[in-house]
């Protein structure tokens, strides 16, 4: 096993978080263009998909914390993808029904983002934020 240094991390955990945000944002974005009325520009997606990264990150410490452990497993990837739902209800119009079927298309647009990445340039196929990657 290869030792790393901490510049190596610190570098790799800051290229992961910021490939991760714009692939959250980018499947946010397309998203919501496609099945809702909003104008929404890209920047407003990623701030999306960092507030949902902060609110899951909360959750899975708590779950973590409180949750019996074979839960967790499952029980983080759905309340992760639940609180992407509630985010995208609080931060566009549309409702629920317009929320969930976002939610569901931008997971699907991240994660083929997120392959083509790790396909391309070797990155791990890992993310901060998208449930279940």
Known sequence: MVALSGVTLVVGT??????????????????????????????????????????????SYLLNVYVDASVVVFGGALVSLLVWIVVLYFRYSGGIETAIPTALLAWIIAVAVLYAVATFTGLPFQAIGIPGV
């Open 14 to 59: 800051v290229l992961i978080f910021v490939v991760s945000m714009l692939a959250g944002g980018f499947g946010n974005y397309v998203g919501i263009r496609a099945l809702s009325d909003n104008k929404v520009i890209f920047s407003h997606a990623v701030v999306s998909s960092i507030i949902s990264a902060a609110v899951w990150a909360v959750l």
